[in-house]
């Protein structure tokens, strides 16, 4: 430990270089730490053809616009040049390899330690955490599944569906990754499965050349029943009826699905088409693995009828589009910090009584389109910062305007 700094910012994705943006701009000089070895990794790491599903314009971060050359959906790549040259054009620098374990307040001393998994220790009087909301795969626990001959990997790891051709293939899950990955795979797939335990709501991306976020945006301050209902209309006209396929209309509402799970809706339209033309065929959640051989029921509603009528699949390969834990339970050592389901219950410019300065980014994802949201949060977040210190250094009695940097103490 060298110092203690004014702010730290653990990751240094999207939401975390937003942060760390916009706390420059407030005069502060963030540590930023970044657990992958190269800034951009994650992105980078995508599966090919990913495209960002909000937008050129409702995606763009602070101070970093993408260009007209990136076309109404940026892709991968393009995302991956705005994170890289991120730290350069802010005016800030990142530390990457630096895993970080645990994030505990001491009392005593008014700042935050944080410690590396490589046994490096930081001291801090602010901390944002930007892990975001995808930070720890999850895979289910399917019965028999050790019995897998073939291969299971998390859709975070899925990177080229030509890998796969003349494989069949299960993927597992019902948002955004699993239905494009779905998608990708049916070209080259000798089959293609997906298991859904619960029916999804599925919308274009965009209604008359304009992106669904900003319909998300425009709609934000109406009642929560209008939008569902508006939401419901599109469905009904851009997508239609998919019930013989084996995706039903869900029985909730787009609010009260969101709520529950944070998945928004399916937003890739080659799905719909790849779902009507059977090269996606539709079955209910597994029941148990033995071999290559994958017991599932029948369909989404067969989970809730007896006697139980299943399908029985061979497959090669299984992609699991289950979601993600956020790990913020087992990082940031405060107590009722978070839901049962591990998400905090302060975000943005929000305090937690119990945990002072501490602040999370990038844990929002609503229709208004997360990156939209992030840019957002970043500028409260460092004004609320940047206050809260000016204050600090005014009762410590140094100059209000001086220079924050790591200190010696």
Known sequence: ???????AVIGAGPAGLSAAYELKRMGLDPLVLEKTDVVGDVWRNHYDGVRVNTGRFFSQLPGNPFP???????????????????????GFKVRTGIDIGKVAYDRQRG????SSRGEETFESRAVVVATGCACIPVIPTWEGMETFTGEIIHSSKFKNARAYEG???????????????????????????????TSPHILHKSVFGIPL????????????????????????????????????????RVSQQFARTQVVPILYYPFVEDIRAGRIRVVGPIRNISGQTIHAFHSVEAQSREPVKET???VDAIVAGTGFRTGIAELVQVPGITTREG?????????????????FIGQLNP?????????????????????????????????????MQAVEE
């Open 312 to 314: 029985i699949l061979s």
């Open 68 to 90: 007209r050359s990136a076309g109404s959906w940026p892709s991968r790549d393009e995302v991956v040049q705005v994170l890289e040259t991120f730290p350069e054009r802010g």
């Open 1 to 7: 430990m060298t110092g203690v700094y004014d702010v």
């Open 213 to 252: 976020v900003g319909i998300g945006v425009a709609t934000r301050a109406l009642p929560v029943a209008w939008v569902d209902s508006l939401l419901y209309a599109l469905r009904r006209l851009f997508i239609g009826d998919l019930t013989s396929r084996g995706l039903p209309f869900p029985t909730s």
């Open 111 to 114: 700042t935050w330690a944080i």
């Open 343 to 359: 998400r905090p219950v302060v975000l943005g410019d929000q305090e937690f009584p119990a945990a002072p300065r501490l602040y």
């Open 167 to 197: 494989k069949d293939v299960l993927v597992v899950g019902s948002g955004n990754s699993a239905a494009e990955i779905a998608s990708r795979l049916a070209e080259y797939a000798k089959s293609v499965t997906l298991s859904v335990r």
């Open 367 to 403: 229709l208004s389109g997360q990156l939209r949201e992030i840019r957002l949060e970043a500028g409260r977040i460092a004004r609320r910062i940047g206050k809260q210190l000016a204050a600090r250094s005014i009762s410590g009695r140094q100059h209000p305007h001086q220079p």
